[in-house]
């Protein structure tokens, strides 16, 4: 009924609404009153243990999988620690080098995919320190880990997951910047500048769900295609392959999500007249290069999507058809703004297709065979 759904046509729709509810709930008791530090009293994890950590592992299926090449960048790029992130299905099979001194991360909306459940006991047979990221208390994978991080998303119902993954971003932020305060890899000042950008991130996306009418024009367009590209560089590479998998589960359009430099090596065969093209360009150190890579794609006629800061959307207008703007933030929090005009799209274009869009076909909520 529409009453559980909250009076929205669907739980997807409903769970997109809820993310500034779960970015406030999932930080609510990890910043400390003075807005300067992560606490996270949940963690056994000690300081010792974590000056000692010489590499991370983060493993995880799916959505759960795209918040880990996010939390990847956020951990390398806070701590200093390199850092690998894997499909959960590949990792048991590929001899990780994995030590005591190894930390693996497992991301699981459910805790209970089998795949994941599997990793975690294999890098715990390795003497890892496994810490999960887990929306549900009491889940397998929350059990049998050494550590949680609780996301505090509530329920998630839709088979296509959002909110679960917005909170995992979240979850890495958090934990990024306490791992950065305990081996002194970020100055007070840069963590208090990032914990005040991150508070103001729930009101960002509240701004950006009044706007979802611009997104709605487009999904409407590109549900009449079969294929579509998805293109950025960096962080904004690590939300185009969340935003092409939403696309393909719930509108069953065939997408793909191309490193944006990567595209001239081979996959630009592909482009033709018309076919649509979404581009992320919020990685301002990057941008010059993805303009450049639009270029390329509207050179050989595809119709261009951009999705950017306000300040850029003029500039880009020059080589894009279309803009959506995104409110401004830290390049490295980006992600947890770019993806909602994303998830927006693949509902619209579902609707538009008139799928189910709650229970795509040949999908289940939590897989739990390997
Ligand atoms: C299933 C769901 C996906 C989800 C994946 C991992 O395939 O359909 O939406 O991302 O499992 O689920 P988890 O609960 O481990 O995050």
């Known amino acids: 009924t529409t009453a559980e759904k909250g009076g929205f046509e669907h739980f997807m729709l409903k769970e997109i609404h809820e993310q500034p509810k779960a970015y406030r709930d999932t930080m609510r008791g990890r910043i400390d ?5 992560v606490v996270l009293p949940e963690l056994k994890l000690t300081p010792e243990q974590i000056k000692n950590i010489r590499n991370v592992q983060i493993v995880a299926c799916g959505t759960a999988y795209h918040a880990g090449l996010v939390g990847r960048s956020v951990i390398e790029q806070l701590v200093k620690i390199p850092v690998e992130t894997d499909v959960a299905s590949e990792y048991r099979y590929r001899s990780p080098i994995v030590t005591p001194e190894t930390l693996v991360i497992v991301v699981s909306q459910s805790g209970e995919t089998a795949d994941t459940l599997a990793a975690l006991r294999e890098a715990q047979s390795h003497g890892a320190h496994v810490l999960a990221i887990t929306n549900v208390v009491g889940s397998s994978i929350a059990r049998d880990a050494d550590d949680v991080i609780t996301t505090l998303a509530g329920p998630e119902i839709a088979v296509a997951s959002t909110k679960a993954y917005t909170s995992q971003l979240i979850a890495f932020y958090l934990l990024g910047l306490y791992l950065a305060e305990v081996r002194g890899t970020q ?60 696309l393909k589960e719930i509108s069953y359009i065939h997408s793909e999500a191309y490193a944006a430099g990567e595209l001239k090596h081979g996959t630009l065969a592909l482009i033709e007249d018309g076919i649509p093209v979404i581009a992320l360009a919020t990685q301002e150190s990057v941008l010059e290069k993805t303009v450049s890579n639009i270029k ?18 003029a500039g880009l207008l020059k080589s894009v058809d279309q803009a ?16 909602v005009p994303l998830q ?3 509902y619209y274009a579902s609707l538009a297709r008139g799928n189910d869009v709650d229970k795509p076909r040949n999908l289940a909520k939590s897989v739990t065979v390997e």
């Not at 706007?211 to 690590?238: M, P």
């Not at 509207?298 to 850029?312: C, L, P, Q, S």
């Open 33 to 37: 009153v003075s807005g300067k530090h």
């Open 187 to 246: 100055t007070p000042e840069q963590i208090a500048h990032i914990i005040a950008a991150m508070q103001a991130l729930p009101e960002q996306v509240e701004k950006m769900l009044s706007q979802a009418d611009a997104i709605k024009d487009f999904a409407e367009q590109i549900s009449k295609h079969e294929d579509l590209f998805f293109i950025g560089r960096g962080l904004d590479y690590a939300v185009a392959q969340e935003g092409s998998l939403k």
């Open 296 to 313: 390329e794609v509207k050179a050989r006629g595809a119709e261009v999507m951009a999705i950017t800061f306000e300040e850029h959307v």
């Open 324 to 339: 959506f703007a995104i409110p401004k933030t830290l390049p490295i929090l980006t992600p947890a703004l770019a993806v």
């Open 344 to 346: 927006l799209l693949s």
